[in-house]
């Protein structure tokens, strides 16, 4: 901004000065030196990080290295990875589904998902059935939007328009004998394109969110399954896992979706990209 206040203040002297039409040759290198340096800085990176990415496609896992410059993904270091990524930006409603125990699995279209999910969901609550995790008392759940069970509700989804699930907010909500709830555009409550968080609750039972990247539930899909008695908290690239402080609930908290590339996208993340949802009870 120091260098912005020089540039507005020389060209006022330029149209101000009573005793000259002409700026004199120090003014001029000095407004030129400026206007270098701020395109100077608009178009150098002002962030450059290294992610360790990891997902699952057609039985199989890719890892690898990506290079991200404000928030685009400007390299990709396997190319194994790549074909595959590649192959996926063609289609149109591929599926992001997080998995229980945190990976992220790609699939090239719903139908080929939605026939996997039966299984998906056998497997995840065979491994509920069997596993011990002990309960963790240290989990800040005042930091988080608070599970609902009023009002006969069996499943929670707030989604928010900042990270850490602050600012605005909308909750959606499924509740007893009901079996789907479908929001088929979120320009209605202001969050069309805006969702950087959310936090999604099921109450005695298995829900299935879907989140999609356009109105009515078309484009490409993020998808995951909430199971009572299991919580899970994505938050950048640690995993939490935890027993929720009753058997009843069970959640899924994403603190921040620039952590999750749509697709395994080269360019862009799921933050800002959600449009409509669904909630099906299982």
């Known amino acids: ?13 330029v149209f101000t000065s009573c005793e000259s039409d002409l700026i004199t040759s120090n003014a001029q290198e000095d407004l030129k030196m400026a206007q270098e340096i701020e395109t100077e800085r608009f178009i150098s990176p002002i962030n450059t990080l290294y992610k360790d990415c990891k ?12 290079t991200i410059v404000n928030d685009s993904v400007v390299n990709i270091n396997n190319d194994a990875a790549k074909a595959v990524l590649s192959e996926l930006e063609n289609a149109s409603n591929t599926v992001t589904y997080l998995h229980l125990d945190g990976t992220i699995e790609l699939f090239q279209n719903q139908e080929v998902f939605y026939s996997k999910l039966p299984q998906i969901i056998k497997d995840d609550e065979e491994i509920l059935n069997n596993e011990i995790v002990p309960y ?32 605005t907010y909308h909750q959606f909500n499924l509740k007893s004998g009901e079996k789907v709830l479908e929001v088929r555009e979120l320009k209605s409550v202001g969050l069309n394109d805006k969702v950087t968080s959310f ?46 402080p009753a058997n009843q609930y069970g959640q899924l908290l994403v603190a921040d979706l620039k952590d999750i590339f749509v697709r395994g996208h080269k360019v862009d993340t799921w933050n800002d990209r959600i449009s409509s949802v669904r909630i099906t009870r299982k």
């Not at 496609?57 to 890719?62: A, N, R």
């Open 199 to 244: 936090a999604a609750y099921t109450i005695g039972g298995t829900t299935f969110f879907e989140l999609y990247e356009d109105s009515d539930f078309k484009d490409s899909c993020i998808s995951f399954t909430v199971y009572q008695r299991e919580a899970t908290a994505w938050s950048g690239d640690i995993i939490f896992k935890w027993r929720p």
């Open 136 to 167: 963790q008392a240290d989990v800040p759940w005042e930091t988080v939007p608070p599970i609902d069970k009023s009002n006969n509700k069996i499943a929670n989804l707030y989604l928010c328009d900042d990270n850490n699930f602050c600012d």
């Open 55 to 66: 997902f699952l496609y057609e039985g199989k896992t890719y890892e690898y290295t990506a």
């Open 1 to 13: 901004m120091r260098f912005l206040s020089m540039s507005i203040s020389l060209l006022t002297l």
